[in-house]
């Protein structure tokens, strides 16, 4: 089996962003850029990474009307992305534009709610309920209009995977005993997440802020 963990690279300088992914390589299944990493650095930077081999996660969490986001995939295609996000409460049909103007080795997945919301913040976003019950609608939502997967956290992967067998599932808020939740609030271990259903394991801070990147990387491998 392939390794699931992809490093996010949320770094401000490309070659910093560089150098940590060619040094723990060996022990990443691929690479999630984001919006900080795509703002400073665009198509270049993610070229540049992509020069190490391994595929890459656009973690863009697309939001707007459907034209939009569907002409921002399309500027993205020559990218050849393995996965990119889009925001699922950007509603259906731009769910299914995003998905339709996709290149065909790109998986499109749904952030359902950000990993770093509990229940009493969705409250004040005015949705009623609970982050749990919240993530399965808009898993359903997601899955309706045709997308391969969504983003949820590993506090609801294992529901999700129960209502959507084959659905891609792309888990971050991943912590190891010993590291900072920091802003996350919905944090479970890489094991856990793999073992409820997770396809891939998104890990930042506890490899690109660590004292010994690479030793971290391969700690979390060994759990796996
Ligand atoms: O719900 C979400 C969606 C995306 N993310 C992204 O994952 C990483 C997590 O970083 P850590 O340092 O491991 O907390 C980061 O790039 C986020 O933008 C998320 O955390 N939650």
């Known amino acids: 089996m392939s390794n699931p963990v992809y490093l996010a690279l949320d770094l401000p300088q490309l070659d910093a962003a560089k150098a940590l992914a060619e040094r723990v390589r060996a022990h990443i299944g691929g690479i999630k850029l984001g919006l900080e990493f795509f703002c400073a650095h665009g198509h270049h930077g993610v070229h540049e990474i992509a020069h190490l081999g391994l595929p890459i996660f656009l973690d863009l969490k697309l939001h707007d009307i459907p034209n939009t986001v569907a002409g921002a995939m399309q500027a993205i295609h020559v990218l050849e992305p393995a996965i990119v996000t889009v925001h699922a409460s950007g509603g259906r049909a731009m769910m299914e534009d995003a998905k339709a103007a996709a290149g065909n080795g790109t998986r499109v997945v749904a952030v359902t709610m950000l990993t770093s919301m509990d229940d009493?913040?969705?409250?004040?976003?005015?949705?009623?309920?609970?982050?749990?019950?919240?993530?399965?609608?808009?898993?359903?939502?997601?899955?309706?209009a045709g997308l391969d997967g969504i983003v949820c956290s590993g506090h609801e992967v294992a529901a999700v995977h129960r209502q959507w067998k084959d659905g891609f599932f792309v888990v971050p808020g991943l912590r190891m005993a010993d590291n900072g939740i920091g802003d996350q609030k919905r944090v479970v271990?890489?094991?856990?997440?793999r073992d409820d259903g997770a396809s891939v394991l998104v890990v930042g801070r506890p490899i690109n802020r660590a004292d010994d990147p690479v030793a971290a990387a391969r700690a979390i491998e060994a759990t796996l």
């Open 120 to 144: 009493r913040d969705l409250v004040q976003t005015g949705v009623a309920g609970k982050a749990h019950d919240h993530v399965l609608r808009l898993a359903e939502l997601a899955q309706a």
């Open 189 to 193: 271990t890489p094991r856990r997440a």
